[in-house]
């Protein structure tokens, strides 16, 4: 009954232990999509002038 009442105590050291090695790869991978992407709309905007 008494750990009804005791805080919650959050461990700050959690965070630090994330692998985000596969958010880096994607959002490298979209930031590529993106940039592929605007460079063909532009060539395409350039053959068209």
Same mark, same amino acid.
């Given at each position: 009954?008494? %750990? =009804?009442? =005791?805080?919650?105590?959050?461990? $700050?050291?959690?965070? %630090? %232990? @994330?692998? @985000?090695? !596969?958010? #880096? /790869?994607?959002? @490298? /991978? #979209? !930031? /590529? @999509?993106?940039?592929?992407?605007? &460079?063909?709309? &532009?060539? #395409? &905007?350039? $053959?068209?002038?």
């Amino acid at each position: 009954m008494s %750990n =009804k009442n =005791k805080p919650v105590i959050p461990h $700050e050291d959690d965070h %630090n %232990n @994330l692998d @985000l090695r !596969g958010t #880096l /790869a994607m959002v @490298l /991978a #979209l !930031g /590529a @999509l993106m940039v592929v992407s605007w &460079f063909g709309i &532009f060539m #395409l &905007f350039m $053959e068209r002038m």
